[in-house]
């Protein structure tokens, strides 16, 4: 198991801009494909984003444009920067493997957008 750790949602004036970072903790993290998902409440959980081993990312059409994955591998986090912020974005943000296969899943971020 990867235990993996969100932070940085927060309300945001739709618009507006977050960035998420997800800590890992793993020694071989760089082997990873690594995965921003998000669940807006009464509906499933979502990708938004993943980003694989070589860097490679790949995006939902509906933040295609507006959201960025990246990673550091020396840190062992994953990051998501959210611009151009609305209101059908507000969801709890996790981060996870990418696949996930039975890894667990975190808390979880909680990012609010509305004026």
């Known amino acids: 198991q990867v235990k993996l750790v969100e932070s940085g949602g927060g309300l945001v004036q739709p618009g507006g801009s977050l960035r998420l970072s997800c800590s890992a903790s793993?020694?071989?993290?760089?082997?990873?494909?690594l995965g921003w998902y998000r669940q807006a409440p009464g509906k499933q959980r979502e990708m938004v984003a993943r980003?694989?081993?070589?860097?490679?990312?790949l995006y939902e059409d509906f933040v295609k444009g507006r959201f960025t994955i990246s990673r550091d591998d020396d840190e062992k986090k994953v990051y998501l920067q959210m611009n151009n912020l609305q209101p059908e974005d507000t969801a709890v943000y996790y981060c996870?493997?990418?696949?996930?296969?039975?890894?667990?899943w975190g808390r979880g971020t909680q990012v609010t957008v509305s004026s």
């Open positions: 980003i694989l081993s070589g860097g490679n990312t």
């Open positions: 793993t020694s071989i993290f760089s082997s990873y494909g």
């Open positions: 996870n493997l990418y696949p996930v296969f039975d890894n667990d």
